[in-house]
C-alpha cells in the first residue's frame, strides 16, 4: 500500500482519527446506524480526509475487510454449529445437572458457572446465557435464595469466555490484527478466565446474592422448559467440548516443545499434527464429530438443520468484526497507526497500558464489546508492530488487555446490560450495581493479571 497516501502531518493524522471515532459514536448512538454500516462510512470518510488516492480508496477497504473475515468467518461459523448442536440435543441441561449432582447442592452456583465455562468455548454470550437461563430459575426454585447467586456466576463466565477465547469474533480479529498465535491465545485465554471467572464472578456473584435479594421472575414457569428427547450423555457432551482445546493444544504443545529443541520442528509427523491442531481444522474436526456422534438419534435432516440455524445470528457479528478489520486497513494505510504509535511511544506508556486504556474509553462510548475491542486492535496495531522486543506471548497478553478494557463498564448502551437485567427482573438501579460492576470487575482482573504476566514473563 506504499504509495497510496500523500501522508500529511502527524497532528492533522490524529485530528482525523479523533474525529473519526467520534463520527463513529455519533451515528451508532445518535443516529443508531448500524455498526457495520457506520464503520464502513468512517473507513470510506478517513481513507478520503487522510489523502489515500481515490484508485486505492476501495481496493484499501477490501483489503482490510477480506483480511479480517479470513480467520473470522471460518472460526465464528464453525463454532456456532458446534454450541448450537449442543444446544439444540439438550447437551447444556444434561451439563448443568451432572455438575450439579457432582458438586452438591450447596456449590450448585460453582456447578454453573463451570458448566457455563465449559459451554461458552464454543457458543456466544447472548445465545448461551439465554439457553441457561431456564436452567438456572429451576436450579435457584430448587436451592431457594437470591436468583442473582445462581445467575451471576453463569452470565460472567459466558462473558470471559466470549471474551477472551476463540472462535468468539472479538479475540479473533483482535489476534489477526496484532499478529498474535490464535492456539497461544485460546491457552492463555483459558488460564487468564479461569481465576479471573472466580475472582470478578462466582466470588462476586455469591456476595451480590446476599446483598440484593432478587425473587425469581415472574414470568418464569419451571413446566415451559423445553424438553430433550435423546440428550447425550455426559461424556458425549465433555468429548464435543475438550476435542477442539486437546487437538489446539497439539499444536502449541509441539510448537514449544520445538522452540525448546525437544522434537525436531521439520519433522513429517510434527507438521501434520500441527495442521491439524489449527484452530479451523479443530473446529472442522469437532464439527464432524458432532455430526457422526448425534446422527443416529437426531438424524441427518435434523442436524443440518441445527448448523444451517446456526449461521444466521452470526452473519451481523462477523460482518461488524470485518468492518472493524476494514477500519485498521485504513488507518494502517493512512498513517494514522503510524502517528498514534509515534505519540504513544513518546508518552512511554506501555502498550499494554494504553491498549487496556483505549479499549475501556470507546466500550463506555459506544457499548459494543464487539467494536471496542476490533477498533482498539486496529488503532493499537502499528504501535504494537513498532514496538522492539514484544514475544508472542505479549502479543497475546496484549490481546486480552484489549479484551479487559472491552469488557469494563458495561451500561445503558450494552446490549449485554438489558438482557441481563430484563430476564432477571432487576430494574436499571440494581443491574448497575450488580452487573455493571461485575463485568467491571473481570475486565480489570484479567487486565491485572496479564499486566503483571508481562512483566514476569
Known amino acids: 500500500m506504499d504509495g497510496a497516501v500523500n501522508t500529511p502531518?502527524?497532528?492533522y493524522l490524529l485530528s482525523v482519527a479523533g474525529g473519526a471515532i467520534v463520527l463513529l459514536l455519533v451515528l451508532i448512538m445518535r443516529f443508531k446506524v448500524h455498526a457495520f454500516v457506520a464503520l464502513t462510512l468512517v473507513s470510506l470518510i478517513t481513507a478520503l480526509a487522510t489523502g489515500v488516492t481515490y484508485d486505492q480508496v476501495i481496493p484499501t477497504l477490501l483489503s482490510g475487510f477480506g483480511a479480517t473475515l479470513?480467520?473470522?468467518?471460518?472460526?465464528?461459523?464453525?463454532?456456532?454449529?458446534?454450541?448450537?448442536?449442543?444446544?439444540?440435543?439438550?447437551?447444556?441441561?444434561v451439563l448443568a445437572d451432572t455438575l450439579i449432582n457432582r458438586f452438591g447442592p450447596h456449590r450448585a452456583p460453582m456447578a454453573l458457572g463451570v458448566a457455563s465455562l465449559m459451554f461458552g468455548f464454543p457458543i456466544f454470550?447472548?445465545?448461551?446465557?439465554?439457553?441457561?437461563?431456564p436452567i438456572i430459575f429451576s436450579v435457584a426454585k430448587q436451592f431457594g435464595g437470591s436468583v442473582l447467586k445462581y445467575a451471576l456466576p453463569s452470565a460472567g463466565a459466558f462473558a470471559v469466555m466470549h471474551a477472551f477465547l476463540p472462535p468468539h469474533p472479538g479475540p479473533v480479529a483482535a489476534s489477526e490484527l496484532l499478529g498474535a498465535n490464535i492456539g497461544l491465545?485460546?491457552?492463555?485465554?483459558?488460564?487468564?478466565?479461569?481465576?479471573?471467572?472466580?475472582?470478578?464472578?462466582?466470588?462476586?456473584g455469591l456476595w451480590a446474592g446476599k446483598k440484593f435479594e432478587i425473587p425469581l421472575p415472574a414470568t418464569y414457569v419451571a413446566d415451559e422448559q423445553v424438553k430433550h428427547t435423546n440428550a447425550p450423555s455426559f461424556g458425549q457432551v465433555i468429548s464435543v467440548l475438550l476435542l477442539p482445546l486437546v487437538l489446539i493444544f497439539m499444536d502449541t504443545g509441539l510448537n514449544t516443545l520445538g522452540a525448546m529443541g525437544i522434537v525436531d520442528k521439520s519433522a513429517h509427523w510434527v507438521n501434520i499434527l500441527r495442521m491439524v491442531g489449527k484452530t479451523p481444522v479443530a473446529l472442522l474436526i469437532t464439527v464432524?464429530?458432532?455430526l457422526w456422534m448425534f446422527r443416529l438419534t437426531q438424524g441427518k435432516v435434523q442436524l443440518e438443520k441445527f448448523c444451517n440455524d446456526a449461521l444466521g445470528p452470526v452473519c451481523a457479528v462477523i460482518l461488524v468484526t470485518g468492518a472493524g478489520g476494514m477500519f485498521g486497513g485504513v488507518l494502517r494505510a493512512s498513517g494514522i497507526g503510524a502517528a498514534?504509535?509515534?505519540?504513544?511511544s513518546d508518552t512511554g506508556m506501555p502498550v499494554i497500558l494504553a491498549a487496556f486504556l483505549v479499549a475501556t474509553a470507546l466500550r463506555v462510548a459506544q457499548g459494543s464489546a464487539?467494536?471496542?475491542?476490533?477498533?482498539?486492535?486496529?488503532?493499537?496495531?502499528?504501535?504494537?508492530?513498532?514496538?522492539?522486543?514484544?514475544s508472542e506471548l505479549d502479543l497475546t497478553f496484549i490481546v486480552i488487555a484489549i479484551a479487559g478494557g472491552s469488557t469494563v463498564l458495561s451500561h445503558f448502551n450494552d446490549s449485554g446490560f438489558w438482557l441481563v437485567g430484563r430476564f432477571l427482573g432487576m430494574d436499571e438501579k440494581t443491574t448497575l450495581k450488580t452487573?455493571?460492576?461485575?463485568?467491571?470487575?473481570?475486565?480489570?482482573?484479567?487486565?491485572?493479571?496479564?499486566?503483571?504476566?508481562?512483566?514476569?514473563?
Open 9 to 11: 502531518d502527524v497532528a
Open 340 to 344: 498514534l504509535a509515534d505519540v504513544l
Open 185 to 204: 491465545l485460546t491457552v492463555v485465554g483459558l488460564l487468564v478466565a479461569i481465576p479471573t471467572w472466580y475472582i470478578g464472578a462466582y466470588l462476586f
Open 370 to 390: 464487539t467494536v471496542a475491542l476490533t477498533t482498539t486492535a486496529a488503532l493499537m496495531a502499528p504501535t504494537v508492530a513498532a514496538t522492539a522486543g514484544l
Open 288 to 290: 464432524m464429530y458432532s
Open 70 to 93: 479470513a480467520s473470522v468467518a471460518l472460526l465464528v461459523g464453525l463454532g456456532a454449529m458446534i454450541g448450537r448442536i449442543l444446544e439444540m440435543t439438550g447437551g447444556a441441561k
Open 435 to 457: 452487573w455493571t460492576v461485575m463485568e467491571t470487575l473481570l475486565g480489570t482482573v484479567s487486565f491485572t493479571i496479564v499486566a503483571l504476566a508481562s512483566i514476569v514473563f
Open 125 to 133: 454470550f447472548d445465545a448461551g446465557l439465554i439457553v441457561m437461563l
